[in-house]
């Protein structure tokens, strides 16, 4: 139970500091990708009680969609 709420709390963690990233230069960008794949890979092998399920499978999600975000973002900056 600690783990997983140790993971979907990094995992909001490092959806905030991509957030901050994408007004950032690009190398921060990328950065802030390569963390959010490694949080992505943790939370995916993250072995949690089946009450957690549900919060393990939204912090995925979520980190998806922070990964969907940054590479926007990156896109954005490629194109300027």
Do not use: C, W
Request: charged fraction near 25%.
């Amino acid at each position: 139970m600690r783990r997983t709420a140790l993971a979907v709390a990094a995992a909001f963690v490092l959806g905030a500091l991509s957030h901050a990233a994408y007004a950032a230069n690009p190398p921060k960008l990328d950065d802030a990708l390569v963390h959010l794949r490694y949080a992505l890979n943790a939370l995916k092998r993250a072995e949690v009680a089946d009450k957690a399920t549900a919060n393990r499978d939204q912090a995925v999600q979520l980190t998806e969609k922070a990964i969907d975000e940054v590479n926007k973002g990156i896109q954005a900056n490629a194109t300027k």
